[in-house]
């Protein structure tokens, strides 16, 4: 039985991930903080059925847990997670705190020096469908945002075989309002959501952007343990060199969860003659979360949403060889946030990788 | 041409007083008022195409307006408003600071003491359908609640004939999210609102009760301009020195907009023999904003949304001849209060009372 | 392992029952149904990850199940109800076929003669919290309503004590859409829906009419293995030859799931002295489904969504000591159709009441 | 004053033009027709409080008005369109019949040979923002469609001035559900529709990309009243023999009302230098119904909604001085359709573009 800690319990991915762990035959929840409520019980601070009390972090029992789950946002996440790395436990930070290698992107993007710059080099990127032989051994994983978990998986097979004639990605992704988590501002006022549809942080200026470059640019590179899946692979047909770019515009969706990236690439010419269909249904074959739709169905949030499933469907454009669209889908709180946290603690611990999470 | 001074442009009434002042053939705003945001203009507050520019309450240029609309929440209007009559100019408050005329109730709901309980008598209830005459005279006229709007309309000729056999009302009445206000705070996060249904201030406790009581027991004791519609009225079957009393439970709606207040009564012997419908539609046959649906039509909230009309539709118990039920439904931000505000306008000021609100 | 098989796979309730199941430990899906869509399978015809195939009710192996769900709407389930029946099974029905205990209640209802009317009184009410005995024993268990399953329970304790001074209840429900069906129809259009609320079959007209006033007398009459829970039960204080009447109006709001009942109750001189929140939380202590709101705290949609509980918030009236209000929440999905089968399921197969529900 | 005709009045485009034309000054309405409802009035269709009676085509009185505007489907609308035009009425149609100038094209998208292609050469495309001269003097005005309205908008001014170094434009679209109709299907059955992102007929596959394509490769060739806008334009950069394409993603959002899209373009090096915003901004300066926002501020739905407004903001993107994004909102039923035709109808008689529309 795997003993779990929460940091940050009373936002939504705190929530749903004691809804996920309330299921998992292996974890059993040891402390649940919060430092706005601790006293409280969870029922107290959200409409919900779990009676958890809520403790502040000085009084939280790091010795009794293996591992240490934390749902605070960046800034605050990095000094609890080093505290619990520091007490020797294992730990899943949802937070974007480890997730940049570079401690001089995390500067520039979040505007502040990394307190552990030390510990950036350790974190894996916890996205197991690329890191998942490295999540087995890490003491510190840093879940992966919600929108690089879509965009990513929906682009890792045309990145892994160099598919792309033009480095520039565009990514229009569209996000239920949880995503903007639980405290209260005018931008996720009901009245100011509902019935609207709302882009922000458009032409290349959101958070998120470090993040996803990072990673394409990794499997861009053939970087990951997942770059053998094809064991032919020729040498690249592209210019190694070239760096990948994403043009990547949120929206904000009046829906309480669940994500969609529509992503628009162009192939090269050895690509275009390709069934990117089959060669996406290849590659995921063997993942447990990852689902690609038969051809002739599209992906919808519909699909994705309470559940931990990316959800892709593969396009081409008609009368267009070059284009592809490739659709992706989750549920910001799952795949996006607690279910994959989930995911990675089970690998982390040698579990069967989908327990609790189907 | 009435020149118009709002102060509180940049909350939900407001910014939709705004819109219907727009319409209005015979209306100019002269200054829009906003303490936190003076300086901007009011599209650069809320996604909305109108350039006004906003001033704090000191620059407001009160000399130069006819009328001033306060929009403001309880306690900081009674002060704005008091300024406004101190200066000559007629008032239209949208808050409940003058919608009591007992200080001591006020007091008693609102938890300090009222600032001008000398006013308290002078201010009119700004009900056109009880009160237009009064209306028309008035110096200072306190626009009505929402939920009140939709539950005295909804009851108005069944007290106004004595009708009840049992003094006790159930008015269970469902909001859109506009009428918590655009101030952001956890009731209205959009993820807290959105696929739920939330009763509040249940069991005789909400602040607007008070006020829904004062107008129906008026009525009941046959106040209010409205009490000759029938002429041939004969003295009350009931016991006039009962007190109508109201079991309102309000429920916060996962929409933007609207109301539909279901009311329940139980009728005197007599009242239980005659037809409601027909009286419903005789009552409010003259007025141009309430409209009785004919026989087997349920009013709805789309019904009402955006208009300033109150849409009833009344309905007998098959097998209990003595029930009733009433469904009342308006738009909370219009005949709930900027359209309601613009209709007494109109009546105070002479113009057609439909002017600008259709 | 439960061998199950399911007729109506295709619809809101059948879809969720499979959703329900896949999480289950001991029971297994052998055939889902669908005459419309028998060929395809389940993830062609609604956005889901269910690969199930679907057949047609001739193909359907009965001989290799152990219990049958019909998910099919009244009339066309009876018949495949008998199907299953005949063949020696056990039935979980979800319409309406099997509900009242009396044909001519049915027919008048209904609109037609009872097929098999034979099998009314052999059937048992699949309200566990009343009649668990029955269901362990039964071989046809009519799943109830969801309408009526938050009504019931949110009146049993009171009945059950005789505590109404009123025979008439009042019962203002609001159901999400998924309870009307997955048929398309201009009533659950989404554009018809959306930024609404609608009164439906109000004036005690619905076909839920018959249904809860069936329960709630058999309550008030003490039947039901569940009148023993107070041992030193008196003779009630009520006129036993009272009929209870509900004035139950519907509404549709504009949510996919969930149901909420406020329930409105005259109490007794003897009954308003005593302290409905604890008689409540005793009545309920050993249910494992039903769970009554900390005093203070009110019921909302969002505690019973996506669960099997039904939620309950007790609330006397100020000032009005004989009054008292009851808020009822459900998942109509849920504990208002698929999860009371599986509760019920459990039951008949002396299963963990909870296995595969929590 | 202008006597008005509609065919397929019950739909949501002829509600919604019923209501507009109600605020007109210089409108009314002399029939309303509905084949499927003649006999009954408006309000029975639908929840409105129009009380317009409904008649069959064959009892419309088309010698008693001077416009006709059909709200009916392409196919069925051609018809009457035909018989309006041959009794010498001056027609605004809301479908696609008469919005290709290829019969050809006609014949291909929509599956059946074109019915009157005579009529094409005569029809006018009814963007006021490029034809307004031809609409002044047309007897048959093609009222756009919803999604063209939106991106041929975002696009005008680049094409103009043949800004575009890849002739391939992507536009990501997303509607509110009454641009489906009002006819139920599952695809817009509440459940189907709410908490889910729909894209549907991606892949260049969607029947109003020959329409966008059309008036896009229009304005790209200088066509049009409107190219003259910048007197000193050069010849244009690029060549004219390219065709323009676009890969046009619609989404079905779960709103009722708005649409947005977003429009990625790719500049020539010459265009890459300019300031895009203030272009705009010069572009549609005199236009009264085409709003480009403040540098900073980023068009939403809720900007457009309820208004006949195109509410456009222009973003370049951080280190790609090359490529530029547009965001183009409209009300679907507003610009996108009654609005517009309403827009049409005035510049047909020479009214103020404006009446009725602000």
Not at 267 to 278: G, S
Request: aromatic letters at 8%; a negative charge.
């Amino acid at each position: 039985m795997i003993k779990v800690g929460i940091f940050g319990a009373t936002g939504y991915t705190g929530a749903e991930l004691i809804k996920w762990l309330a299921r998992h035959r292996q974890a059993r929840i040891v402390f649940a903080h919060s430092e706005s409520h601790a006293g409280a019980r969870l029922s107290d601070v959200m409409p919900c059925l779990f009676d958890l009390p809520l403790v502040q972090a000085d009084d939280a029992p790091l010795d009794q847990v293996d591992v240490v789950f934390s749902c605070l946002p960046h800034g605050a996440s990095a000094e609890l997670c080093k505290r619990a790395l520091d007490a020797g436990k294992r730990v899943v930070d949802f937070s974007a705190d480890f997730r940049l290698r570079d401690a001089a992107a995390y500067a520039e993007w979040y505007k502040h020096a990394h307190p552990y710059p030390e510990l950036l080099d350790e974190a894996v990127y916890g996205l197991p469908e690329i890191y998942r032989r490295d999540i087995a051994d890490a003491q510190l994983v840093a879940n992966p945002g919600c929108y690089p978990t879509s965009i990513i998986l929906g682009l890792l097979p045309l990145l892994e075989l160099g598919a792309l004639a033009d480095p520039v990605i565009i990514a229009d992704s569209k996000s239920g309002v949880s995503g903007a988590g639980r405290k209260p501002s005018q931008t996720t006022h009901f009245v100011e959501v509902n019935e609207s549809l709302a882009p922000y942080n458009i032409g290349h200026v959101h958070r998120h952007v470090p993040e996803i470059e990072q990673e394409l640019n990794a499997a861009w590179r053939g970087d990951g343990d997942s770059g053998s899946w094809i064991v032919d692979r020729e040498e690249p047909a592209h210019d190694p060199r070239a760096t990948i770019h994403v043009i990547f515009s949120p929206h904000l969706l009046p829906i309480s969860r669940g994500m969609l990236s529509m992503i628009y690439v162009r192939l090269t010419p050895q690509a275009a003659a390709q069934d990117w269909h089959a060669i996406f249904t290849q590659r995921y074959e063997g993942e447990p979360f990852v689902r690609v739709l038969p051809k002739g169905q599209i992906a919808t949030i519909a699909h994705a949403a309470h559940t931990n499933y990316a959800v892709l469907s593969v396009h081409p454009v008609a009368g267009m060889p070059d284009r592809l669209q490739i659709v992706s889908c989750i549920d910001n709180l799952v795949k996006g946030a607690s279910g994959q946290a989930v995911q990675n603690m089970n690998v982390m611990f040698g579990l069967d990788e989908c327990e609790g999470l189907r």
